[in-house]
């Protein structure tokens, strides 16, 4: 069973970044693609970054296009969410979500991923 660990939220001001890492063990990514979700106090999960399991396929949410970046590092069985120009409504806890699927597209759906992790939290705040 594929585990995926989150790591590197944390408090930082507006317009600070974070760079937040998604670990996988017992079983390699490289068949996975991989999405980033946050969840916000009183609202529902959303569904913000996705990336294939090659690296090729990369989609965002309107509301994180242009400041988070989604990369991979099959090697380091990683994958990382960028974070930059952050602002309060980013504050949520962030999943990573991994869905067994090789050589397609990515999707940002997430009823679709089969593993998930415990969440890591950001706030952004002055």
């Known amino acids: 069973q594929l585990q995926l660990v989150e790591s590197g939220g944390g408090l930082v001001q507006p317009g600070g970044s974070l760079r937040l890492s998604c670990a996988a063990s017992r079983s390699t990514l490289d068949y996975y693609a991989i999405g980033w979700f946050r969840q916000a106090p009183g609202k529902e999960r959303e569904g913000i970054s996705c990336i294939n399991n090659s690296g090729g396929s990369i989609k965002y949410a309107d509301s994180v296009k242009g400041r988070f970046t989604i990369s991979r590092d099959n090697a380091k069985n990683t994958v990382y969410l960028q974070m930059n120009s952050l602002k309060p409504e980013d504050t949520a806890v962030y999943y990573c979500?991994?869905?067994?699927?090789?050589?397609?597209?990515?999707?940002?759906?997430?009823?679709?991923?089969?593993?998930w992790g415990q969440g890591t939290q950001v706030t952004v705040s002055s």
């Open positions: 979500a991994a869905e067994l699927r090789y050589g397609l597209s990515c999707r940002i759906q997430q009823n679709i991923y089969d593993y």
